[in-house]
């Protein structure tokens, strides 16, 4: 039986082919035709849509998202070239330099020693030059690093500090009595000169623009604070913004904008808006985060890192500054004249801090907060 039905009745595929045929019977009786299978649809091509995390840039096989150090960093910055990135480790206070495209070539520029460095913000403008503070027992001092190994003393009891934007001048704030004294100097921190005299207790100073500084008194949730703006001559404070809660400013390169982010009484409701220093008027962002974690690209776009989750209990921002609280963000970039986010990056539990941008907006760099380390994204 299996015999005749092998030969006489089983479908059989035509050599070359693979689509059964009909057995010997069914060719003269037409009794097991086989309806062919339909054909396979192919989809059109569609463009790849733009990388969002991980992967590559384009057809480059250098990956978007790298990690250039596996050691906590301080202040990282670009060079003036803007080919590699400039940090001090955490552990020693060496100046390094690191390429933008690998982890792998990297160069001590300065074998400073600075135990217990806290932060070192570079000079704007020449970028040859560093504000080293560092903590020295139950005291914080600083001191100005200048190339490789030259230094210059700044004040035991400097409370905040700024460059100019053209970084040829720095400006602080030195505690005085039961207040605060703005001066300005040289990028070498000689020909100081005294701007004014505050009541402001624990204030900060910014340089913003080539004529004005501005002081902001120290953000908290549970008390009203203050922006108050200046003319590098001298003279009265006037009252830019406030008073508000957890009041945080960040200002934009050319002075004309701020992002600031405040709360309701108590540290709760935080919001993130852009103001306009010439109007005094503030523009609600569509995005919840602090100031702090916001790096400008121009007056126009802001990248920011944005808390995933929303943490409805947490004190803004006193709990993140003391580092009770530690965020997963998201980063995104946002055009401050018609409100419009794009996403950047939306993956691992990076508490991102220390944003920073090159100039062709081609490249950006954080620090993850959590353990410290250097982190660059390859724009495009």
């Known amino acids: 039986g299996g015999v005749v039905y092998y030969y006489f009745f089983a479908p059989r595929a035509p050599s070359g082919t693979t689509q059964p045929s009909r057995g010997i019977i069914g060719y003269f009786f037409g009794s097991s035709q086989t309806t062919p299978p339909p054909p396979v649809a192919t989809p059109e091509p569609t463009p790849a849509p733009p990388i969002i995390d991980g992967g590559t840039v384009g057809t480059s096989s250098v990956p978007r998202l790298l990690q250039l150090t596996n050691f906590p960093v301080v ?98 704030t030195v505690r005085e009595g039961q207040g605060e004294r703005v001066v300005t100097a040289d990028r070498f921190a000689k020909n ?94 569509p995005i919840v985060t602090i100031a702090d974690k916001c790096a400008w690209v121009s007056a126009k776009k802001v990248y920011c890192a944005v808390p995933r989750d929303s943490y409805p209990t947490a004190v803004w921002p006193d709990d993140y500054l003391r580092g009770a609280l530690h965020t997963a963000d998201q980063i995104v970039a946002v055009n401050l004249d018609d409100g419009t986010t794009e996403n950047i990056l939306n993956q691992g539990a990076f508490d991102v801090v220390n944003i920073i941008t090159s100039a062709k907006d081609d490249y950006l760099a954080f620090t993850n907060r959590t353990d410290g380390t250097l982190w660059r994204i390859k724009l495009r």
């Open 75 to 172: 202040s990282p910055s670009f060079n003036k070239q803007e080919d590699r990135i400039l940090f001090y480790k955490k552990e020693g206070g060496a100046l390094v330099s690191s390429e933008l495209d690998s982890n792998k070539a990297q160069e001590t520029v300065s074998a400073l020693t600075v135990i217990g460095i806290l932060d070192a913000p570079r000079s704007t403008g020449e970028r040859d030059r560093s504000a080293i503070f560092y903590l020295d027992q139950e005291s914080v001092k600083a001191f100005l690093h200048i190339g490789t190994s030259s230094i210059a003393l700044l004040p035991e009891n400097i409370t905040s500090f700024s460059w100019s934007p053209d970084g040829k001048q720095l400006a602080y």
């Open 192 to 285: 100081q000169k005294i701007i004014t005299d505050t009541p402001l207790f624990d204030a900060s100073v910014s340089w913003i623009t080539p004529n004005t500084l501005v002081l902001m008194t120290a953000p908290s949730g549970f008390g009203e604070g203050f922006v108050f703006s200046m003319p590098t001559s001298g003279g009265g404070l006037h009252a830019l913004i406030g008073p508000r809660f957890g009041l945080q400013a960040n200002w934009s390169p050319d002075g004309t904008r701020g992002l600031i982010s405040s709360t309701r009484r108590g540290g709760s409701a935080l919001t993130l808006s852009w103001f306009d220093i010439k109007k005094e008027e503030a523009h609600l962002l």
